[in-house]
């Protein structure tokens, strides 16, 4: 991962990114308590994961090392947009 950072260039977000994963994570699985939320902290993740996406795609990595942060985008915005209070 650190290796990852450096090569795209962004070394200096390591840290935040792996903290809003965290406090992401931590938020939906709040979110069994508090819908929203955990809703927030999904669609939250989900815009994170689609920005590694686009990061992955533009350093010119394949599509199968997009696939990851690609699935876990959707399962986040599958929960934010149809978890049911």
Do not use: H, K
Request: with cysteine; proline share 1%.
């Amino acid at each position: 991962m650190v290796a990852d950072f450096e090569r795209f260039g962004l070394s200096r977000f390591r840290t935040t990114t792996g903290l809003l994963e965290v406090l992401g994570g931590l938020g939906v699985l709040a979110g069994l308590r508090y819908s929203g939320l955990g809703r927030a902290a999904a669609a939250g993740l989900c815009l994170l994961m689609l920005c590694g996406v686009l990061v992955r795609l533009r350093a010119g990595d394949g599509v199968m090392q997009a696939v990851p942060a690609a699935l876990l985008c959707a399962v986040n915005a599958w929960i934010a947009i149809g978890a049911r209070e």
